[in-house]
């Protein structure tokens, strides 16, 4: 309640004439220009809308315990199916940790059902107010607690304890903020605001509810009205696309395209000047990518990102359609991609887990001509399909590999990514470019049927991806419009089998951005 009133204090202070006379053009050491014209603290108006309350352990703790008990009836109520991978490892096996394993379920399952269980985890305990690193043990414990207990017919997965806590570190994280900024309509907001706050931001919104914690109501708007200390980006457009290899190629592909970001730093990119170390996820990016050719699939491409810890600082001047300036960010990311591609054939999917890595960006602004450059750097654990597997198999036929290979064509495996990502956009327009190596190479010895296996073959994948667009958005209409050319060239190995294929996509992409 005190910090509350200094806060407000501040924010009064902050708000008073001796601040709103302040010429735009100019700047104010640690004050950013907010959209009502005036002048405010960045400390004050920082600690108001994004500082954590007291964790809710013993809630948390009931969320956990009501997640795993729903996965828990699904699992019994579909033994049948489940029944497949019942190993029956006995309870030595599991002291000396010879049923840790990886396992081989299918890809999605693997890499989409579980991230989802991961991201409700991390979710449900960040909406209990715990900060980035408590929601992430959260996550991986009760991820463990599935694994190790409730799945005792089989063997613990080692795979399912990366991706679902890691992914869900991702998706959690992303969901959180969505939900948080769709609850901080000041006073409430309208009809309208409410009814997004609890479809979608359920979590957050019950969590407020119980607590009895009332909206911030600081007359800090942003053009959706919800809070304006958030920045926020939303696009949501029908997309066209045709691709093309060596192996043949697709007519019209037609599908939709999600993508947005929000940033929890007041005065981001506008005019101000000031320095934020920052721990509690504050940068989230995502995009989802769906076509169908034929009413089948054709691809599906999943991308989230946070910047977890960091310190972003800015200098702006001008006002918000015409910057000056220089803005920097340090930061340790986390990232998930997933994709598969069924066309044109054959298929090729990847989930990686981009593990906690080092990503540097800068901006530099002359009058409402902005650029932009990042450089990302990461570990990662990686799922791929083996692109010269099928090789090695034709060679090697009288020969058993690993069992997720042998059954479904992927491995799992140890590598690194690297990108460098650059935009240019001046009046609605922008240009965007990325370049971005990934290299894998597999795990040996782990697998599920590791006795039965007569050569263990070691796999090595890469991928060069080079990606370029230019849109074109109308603000005050919503409109939104991208022309994207996209290649990608692979190169495998599995023993002395080699093999490479490359991808070019041509994408045009109309809808709504906001």
Not at 338 to 359: E, F, I, K, M, S
Not at 389 to 413: C, M, N, Q
Not at 495 to 511: E, I, P, T, V
Request: charged content about 20%; aromatic content about 14%; glycine content about 10%.
């Amino acid at each position: 309640m005190i910090r509350s009133l200094l806060c407000a204090g501040l924010l009064a202070f902050g708000a008073s004439p001796a601040w709103s006379q302040v010429e735009v053009g100019s700047t104010i050491e640690g004050s950013f220009l907010a959209p009502d014209g005036e002048y405010r603290d960045l400390a004050p108006t920082y600690r108001l809308h994004f500082t954590l309350g007291e964790p809710h352990h013993l809630r948390n703790l009931a969320f956990q315990v009501g997640i795993l008990t729903i996965g828990t009836s699904w699992y019994w109520l579909e033994a049948d199916a489940n029944a497949r991978d019942w190993d029956y490892p006995n309870f030595i096996d599991r002291l000396s940790l010879d049923a840790f394993r990886f396992d081989n379920n299918h890809f999605t399952i693997n890499h989409l059902s579980h991230p989802l269980s991961g991201g409700a985890y991390y979710l449900s305990a960040r909406a209990n107010d715990l900060g980035v690193a408590g929601a992430s043990l959260t996550s991986f414990l009760s991820s463990a607690v599935w694994e190790v207990g409730l799945e005792f017919r089989e063997k613990v997965s080692l795979n399912d304890q990366m991706f679902t806590p890691g992914a869900g570190i991702a998706f959690g994280e992303a969901f959180y903020r969505l939900a948080h900024y769709l609850n901080s309509a000041p006073g409430g907001g309208t009809f309208v605001h409410k009814s997004l706050a609890w479809i979608i931001g359920w979590p957050v919104a019950l969590h407020r509810l119980l607590d009895d914690i009332p909206p911030v109501d600081d007359d800090l708007v942003d053009n959706l009205g919800f809070s304006g200390a958030y920045t926020h980006r939303f696009r949501i457009a029908w997309r066209g696309a045709a691709e093309d290899d060596a192996f043949g190629d697709t007519s019209l592909l037609q599908g939709f395209q999600i993508e947005g970001d929000l940033i929890a730093v007041p005065g981001y990119q506008r005019p101000g000047k000031f320095s934020l170390l920052f721990d509690d996820g504050n940068f989230t990016h995502f995009d989802v990518v769906l076509a169908l050719h034929d009413g089948d699939g054709a691809h599906f491409d999943l991308w989230i990102d946070s910047a977890l810890w960091g310190q972003y600082q800015q200098d702006y001047t001008g006002t918000p359609d015409a910057l000056t300036g220089m803005a920097s960010r340090l930061s340790v990311s986390f990232s998930f991609e997933h994709v598969q591609r069924w066309l044109p054939r054959p298929r090729d999917r990847r989930a990686v887990l981009h593990l906690p890595g080092a990503n540097a960006a800068v901006w530099g602004a002359y009058k409402g001509l902005v650029a932009h450059l990042e450089l990302a750097l990461h570990p990662d654990f990686t799922a791929m399909d083996s692109l010269a597997f099928p090789l090695w198999k034709g060679i090697h036929d009288d020969l058993t590999a690993r069992s997720v290979t042998e059954e479904h064509g992927y491995y799992f495996g140890w590598g690194g990514s690297t990108w460098l990502a650059a935009s240019v956009r001046y009046a609605g327009v922008e240009l965007d470019g990325r370049v971005r190596f990934t290299y894998v190479s597999s795990i040996q010895d782990l697998d599920r049927a590791q006795e039965k296996i007569d050569e263990d073959v070691e796999m090595r994948d890469s991928i060069l991806e080079y990606r370029g667009s230019i849109g074109y958005a109308i603000p005050d209409w919503l409109a939104s419009a991208r022309l994207e050319v996209q290649h990608l060239a692979r190169r495998g190995n599995a023993g002395r089998a080699s093999g490479f294929r490359k991808w070019n996509r041509y994408a045009a992409s109309l809808g709504m951005q906001f």
